[in-house]
Protein backbone atom coordinates (compact mmCIF):
# COMPACT_ATOMS: atom_id res chain seq x y z
CA UNK A 1 0.00 0.00 0.00
CA UNK A 2 1.47 3.66 -0.94
CA UNK A 3 2.33 5.72 1.88
CA UNK A 4 -1.00 8.11 2.61
CA UNK A 5 0.59 10.08 6.06
CA UNK A 6 4.31 10.10 6.98
CA UNK A 7 5.65 11.95 10.45
CA UNK A 8 9.49 12.59 10.25
CA UNK A 9 11.38 13.52 13.41
CA UNK A 10 8.29 15.43 15.10
CA UNK A 11 9.21 17.41 18.02
CA UNK A 12 6.72 19.68 20.23
CA UNK A 13 6.95 21.33 23.43
CA UNK A 14 4.76 23.40 25.83
CA UNK A 15 6.00 25.74 27.58
CA UNK A 16 5.22 25.48 31.31
CA UNK A 17 4.50 28.58 33.28
CA UNK A 18 5.74 27.57 36.44
CA UNK A 19 9.30 26.83 35.04
CA UNK A 20 8.86 28.90 31.28
CA UNK A 21 10.79 25.87 29.89
CA UNK A 22 9.76 24.03 27.29
CA UNK A 23 8.48 20.59 28.79
CA UNK A 24 8.80 18.30 25.25
CA UNK A 25 5.45 16.33 24.84
CA UNK A 26 7.74 14.84 21.35
CA UNK A 27 11.29 14.39 20.70
CA UNK A 28 11.75 12.79 17.21
CA UNK A 29 8.33 11.17 16.99
CA UNK A 30 8.13 9.22 13.61
CA UNK A 31 5.07 7.14 12.25
CA UNK A 32 4.26 5.79 8.97
CA UNK A 33 0.75 5.35 7.56
CA UNK A 34 -0.51 3.28 4.44
CA UNK A 35 -3.13 4.32 2.62
CA UNK A 36 -6.66 2.77 4.17
CA UNK A 37 -5.32 2.32 7.05
CA UNK A 38 -7.14 1.81 10.15
CA UNK A 39 -4.54 3.09 12.74
CA UNK A 40 -5.24 2.94 16.84
CA UNK A 41 -3.26 5.02 19.02
CA UNK A 42 -3.32 4.06 22.71
CA UNK A 43 -0.96 5.22 25.45
CA UNK A 44 -1.04 6.73 29.25
CA UNK A 45 -3.05 9.70 29.83
CA UNK A 46 -1.19 12.78 29.37
CA UNK A 47 0.96 11.09 27.29
CA UNK A 48 0.36 13.49 24.50
CA UNK A 49 -2.25 11.37 21.88
CA UNK A 50 -4.98 14.45 21.53
CA UNK A 51 -1.61 16.97 20.81
CA UNK A 52 -0.50 14.55 18.27
CA UNK A 53 -3.78 14.63 16.43
CA UNK A 54 -4.13 18.53 16.87
CA UNK A 55 -1.05 18.73 14.99
CA UNK A 56 -1.94 16.31 12.37
CA UNK A 57 -4.94 18.42 11.55
CA UNK A 58 -2.91 21.77 11.54
CA UNK A 59 -4.85 23.11 14.50
CA UNK A 60 -1.42 23.68 16.57
CA UNK A 61 2.19 24.49 15.81
CA UNK A 62 4.57 22.21 15.93
CA UNK A 63 8.43 22.74 16.69
CA UNK A 64 10.60 20.97 14.16
CA UNK A 65 10.01 17.78 12.21
CA UNK A 66 7.64 17.09 9.31
CA UNK A 67 3.97 15.85 8.30
CA UNK A 68 3.65 14.68 5.07
CA UNK A 69 0.01 13.89 3.64
CA UNK A 70 -0.02 12.72 -0.01
CA UNK A 71 4.13 13.94 0.21
CA UNK A 72 2.55 17.44 1.02
CA UNK A 73 3.45 19.41 3.75
CA UNK A 74 0.38 20.04 6.11
CA UNK A 75 0.13 22.98 7.23
CA UNK A 76 -2.99 24.25 8.27
CA UNK A 77 -6.78 22.62 8.62
CA UNK A 78 -8.54 22.05 5.62
CA UNK A 79 -10.54 19.67 4.08
CA UNK A 80 -8.71 16.79 3.11
CA UNK A 81 -8.60 16.02 7.05
CA UNK A 82 -11.54 15.08 8.66
CA UNK A 83 -11.86 15.52 12.93
CA UNK A 84 -13.72 13.77 15.22
CA UNK A 85 -13.77 15.03 18.97
CA UNK A 86 -14.67 12.98 22.05
CA UNK A 87 -17.72 15.05 23.30
CA UNK A 88 -20.12 15.67 20.61
CA UNK A 89 -19.34 19.21 19.08
CA UNK A 90 -22.39 20.20 17.40
CA UNK A 91 -24.58 23.45 17.02
CA UNK A 92 -27.71 23.10 19.44
CA UNK A 93 -29.39 25.43 17.32
CA UNK A 94 -28.85 23.43 14.34
CA UNK A 95 -30.72 20.32 12.86
CA UNK A 96 -29.19 17.03 12.72
CA UNK A 97 -28.91 17.46 8.50
CA UNK A 98 -27.71 21.55 8.94
CA UNK A 99 -24.62 20.11 11.34
CA UNK A 100 -23.47 17.80 9.06
CA UNK A 101 -23.22 19.88 6.19
CA UNK A 102 -21.68 22.62 8.40
CA UNK A 103 -18.16 22.34 7.21
CA UNK A 104 -19.33 21.92 3.84
CA UNK A 105 -21.00 25.37 4.37
CA UNK A 106 -17.48 27.05 5.51
CA UNK A 107 -15.99 25.93 2.38
CA UNK A 108 -18.64 27.13 0.07
CA UNK A 109 -21.14 25.33 -0.79
CA UNK A 110 -24.09 26.49 -1.42
CA UNK A 111 -26.58 25.14 1.43
CA UNK A 112 -29.28 22.94 -1.18
CA UNK A 113 -26.32 21.27 -3.32
CA UNK A 114 -24.89 20.43 0.72
CA UNK A 115 -28.08 19.21 1.80
CA UNK A 116 -28.43 16.81 -0.83
CA UNK A 117 -25.04 15.63 -0.61
CA UNK A 118 -25.59 15.23 3.41
CA UNK A 119 -28.85 12.88 1.75
CA UNK A 120 -25.46 9.69 1.23
CA UNK A 121 -23.83 10.42 4.58
CA UNK A 122 -27.28 10.44 6.72
CA UNK A 123 -28.05 6.99 5.38
CA UNK A 124 -24.29 5.82 6.07
CA UNK A 125 -24.00 6.35 9.76
CA UNK A 126 -27.76 5.44 10.14
CA UNK A 127 -29.63 8.74 10.95
CA UNK A 128 -32.47 8.38 8.37
CA UNK A 129 -35.40 9.77 9.68
CA UNK A 130 -33.66 12.00 12.10
CA UNK A 131 -32.75 14.85 9.59
CA UNK A 132 -34.58 17.25 11.23
CA UNK A 133 -34.17 16.91 14.49
CA UNK A 134 -31.69 18.38 17.34
CA UNK A 135 -29.23 17.90 18.89
CA UNK A 136 -31.04 17.83 22.56
CA UNK A 137 -33.46 15.47 20.93
CA UNK A 138 -30.68 12.35 20.05
CA UNK A 139 -28.82 9.99 22.65
CA UNK A 140 -25.02 10.28 22.58
CA UNK A 141 -24.30 7.68 20.44
CA UNK A 142 -26.54 9.40 17.82
CA UNK A 143 -25.24 12.97 18.40
CA UNK A 144 -21.36 10.83 17.38
CA UNK A 145 -23.10 9.54 14.61
CA UNK A 146 -23.98 13.14 13.66
CA UNK A 147 -20.61 13.96 14.31
CA UNK A 148 -19.26 11.52 12.52
CA UNK A 149 -21.17 12.01 9.20
CA UNK A 150 -19.69 15.48 9.80
CA UNK A 151 -16.40 14.55 9.30
CA UNK A 152 -17.12 12.00 6.37
CA UNK A 153 -19.05 14.72 4.11
CA UNK A 154 -16.23 16.61 2.92
CA UNK A 155 -14.81 13.61 1.91
CA UNK A 156 -11.24 13.96 3.65
CA UNK A 157 -7.99 12.04 2.76
CA UNK A 158 -7.51 11.26 6.50
CA UNK A 159 -9.78 10.93 9.56
CA UNK A 160 -9.10 11.85 12.61
CA UNK A 161 -10.81 10.89 15.67
CA UNK A 162 -9.64 11.61 19.71
CA UNK A 163 -11.65 9.21 21.71
CA UNK A 164 -15.15 9.42 20.24
CA UNK A 165 -16.52 7.17 21.91
CA UNK A 166 -15.35 7.54 25.49
CA UNK A 167 -18.32 9.37 26.74
CA UNK A 168 -20.47 6.47 25.69
CA UNK A 169 -21.89 3.69 27.94
CA UNK A 170 -20.40 0.67 27.79
CA UNK A 171 -22.90 -0.94 25.17
CA UNK A 172 -23.77 2.54 23.16
CA UNK A 173 -19.77 2.02 22.56
CA UNK A 174 -19.72 -1.92 21.34
CA UNK A 175 -22.54 -0.94 18.48
CA UNK A 176 -20.49 2.31 17.30
CA UNK A 177 -17.64 0.10 16.89
CA UNK A 178 -19.11 -2.24 15.01
CA UNK A 179 -21.37 0.41 12.75
CA UNK A 180 -17.71 2.51 12.48
CA UNK A 181 -15.79 -0.54 10.73
CA UNK A 182 -19.22 -1.03 8.78
CA UNK A 183 -18.90 3.21 7.28
CA UNK A 184 -15.15 2.42 7.12
CA UNK A 185 -15.83 -0.43 4.76
CA UNK A 186 -17.50 1.51 2.72
CA UNK A 187 -15.11 4.47 2.21
CA UNK A 188 -11.95 2.87 3.57
CA UNK A 189 -10.67 6.43 4.37
CA UNK A 190 -7.11 6.20 5.98
CA UNK A 191 -7.92 6.97 9.96
CA UNK A 192 -5.95 7.71 13.13
CA UNK A 193 -8.02 6.81 16.34
CA UNK A 194 -7.17 7.71 19.87
CA UNK A 195 -7.97 5.18 22.39
CA UNK A 196 -7.54 4.24 26.05
CA UNK A 197 -9.26 1.67 26.21
CA UNK A 198 -7.09 -1.09 24.56
CA UNK A 199 -9.68 -4.08 23.68
CA UNK A 200 -11.49 -0.75 21.61
CA UNK A 201 -7.76 -0.39 20.09
CA UNK A 202 -7.63 -4.00 18.93
CA UNK A 203 -10.97 -4.68 17.86
CA UNK A 204 -10.94 -1.23 15.42
CA UNK A 205 -7.58 -1.35 14.00
CA UNK A 206 -5.16 -2.95 11.03
CA UNK A 207 -2.03 -1.46 13.03
CA UNK A 208 -2.43 -0.75 16.98
CA UNK A 209 0.24 2.14 17.83
CA UNK A 210 1.55 2.46 21.68
CA UNK A 211 2.91 5.37 23.09
CA UNK A 212 5.27 6.13 25.33
CA UNK A 213 4.47 8.08 28.29
CA UNK A 214 5.18 11.88 27.56
CA UNK A 215 7.82 12.87 26.17
CA UNK A 216 5.91 10.18 23.93
CA UNK A 217 8.19 8.04 21.24
CA UNK A 218 6.72 5.12 19.54
CA UNK A 219 6.93 2.15 22.05
CA UNK A 220 5.57 -0.67 19.92
CA UNK A 221 3.68 -1.06 16.60
CA UNK A 222 1.18 -4.03 16.37
CA UNK A 223 -0.06 -5.43 13.63
CA UNK A 224 -3.72 -6.83 14.00
CA UNK A 225 -4.16 -9.85 12.09
CA UNK A 226 -7.74 -10.45 12.82
CA UNK A 227 -9.79 -11.00 9.22
CA UNK A 228 -12.36 -8.65 8.39
CA UNK A 229 -15.76 -7.86 8.78
CA UNK A 230 -14.84 -7.97 12.19
CA UNK A 231 -18.10 -9.11 14.45
CA UNK A 232 -18.75 -8.48 17.93
CA UNK A 233 -17.76 -12.00 18.97
CA UNK A 234 -14.24 -11.65 18.14
CA UNK A 235 -13.73 -9.89 21.14
CA UNK A 236 -14.10 -13.28 23.09
CA UNK A 237 -12.12 -15.45 20.60
CA UNK A 238 -8.08 -16.53 22.03
CA UNK A 239 -6.54 -14.35 19.52
CA UNK A 240 -8.29 -11.46 20.26
CA UNK A 241 -7.43 -12.25 24.25
CA UNK A 242 -3.54 -12.82 23.41
CA UNK A 243 -3.69 -9.33 21.80
CA UNK A 244 -5.19 -7.69 24.64
CA UNK A 245 -2.71 -9.39 26.88
CA UNK A 246 0.37 -8.72 24.68
CA UNK A 247 -0.30 -4.77 24.24
CA UNK A 248 -1.68 -4.74 28.38
CA UNK A 249 1.66 -6.12 29.45
CA UNK A 250 3.66 -3.24 26.90
CA UNK A 251 1.60 -0.42 28.44
CA UNK A 252 1.49 -1.23 31.92
CA UNK A 253 4.69 -0.32 32.38
CA UNK A 254 4.33 3.15 30.85
CA UNK A 255 1.24 4.18 32.86
CA UNK A 256 2.76 2.81 36.49
CA UNK A 257 5.96 5.58 34.91
CA UNK A 258 3.75 7.90 34.29
CA UNK A 259 1.75 8.22 37.31
CA UNK A 260 4.93 8.20 39.33
CA UNK A 261 5.76 11.00 37.32
CA UNK A 262 2.56 13.40 38.68
CA UNK A 263 3.73 14.05 42.26
CA UNK A 264 1.98 12.56 45.22
CA UNK A 265 1.21 9.66 43.47
CA UNK A 266 1.30 6.09 44.31
CA UNK A 267 0.63 3.51 42.59
N1 LIG B 1 -1.93 24.19 25.48
C1 LIG B 1 -1.13 23.50 26.32
N2 LIG B 1 -0.19 24.16 27.09
C2 LIG B 1 0.61 23.51 27.93
N3 LIG B 1 0.61 22.16 28.10
C3 LIG B 1 -0.29 21.45 27.38
C4 LIG B 1 -1.20 22.07 26.46
N4 LIG B 1 -1.98 21.10 25.89
C5 LIG B 1 -1.55 19.95 26.43
N5 LIG B 1 -0.55 20.13 27.31
C6 LIG B 1 0.18 19.09 28.05
O1 LIG B 1 0.74 18.20 27.10
C7 LIG B 1 0.64 16.87 27.53
C8 LIG B 1 -0.12 16.04 26.53
O2 LIG B 1 -1.50 16.39 26.57
P1 LIG B 1 -2.59 15.64 25.67
O3 LIG B 1 -2.13 15.67 24.27
O4 LIG B 1 -3.92 16.24 25.98
O5 LIG B 1 -2.50 14.14 26.25
P2 LIG B 1 -3.47 12.88 26.03
O6 LIG B 1 -4.48 13.23 24.98
O7 LIG B 1 -2.56 11.76 25.65
O8 LIG B 1 -4.11 12.61 27.36
C9 LIG B 1 -0.01 16.90 28.91
O9 LIG B 1 1.02 16.85 29.86
C10 LIG B 1 -0.72 18.24 28.92
O10 LIG B 1 -0.81 18.74 30.23
MG1 LIG C 1 -6.57 13.31 24.98
Redesign the pocket.
Known amino acids: MPTKLEIKDLCKG?T?LRSEQSLP?FSGLELRVAENEFICIV?P????????LRILDGLIPFDSGEILLDGQRVIKPGIDKGFVFQDSSLLPWRTVVDNIILGLELHGTPRREARARARHYVELVGLRGFENHYPYELSGGMQQRVNLARALIIEPQVLLMDEPFASLDAQTREIMQLELLKTWGGTRKTVLF?THQIEEAVYLADRVVVFSS?PATIKAEIPIELTRPRPLAVKRSPQFLAYIDRIWSMIEAEVRRSMLEQPGAEV
Open positions: FSVGSGCGKTTFVR
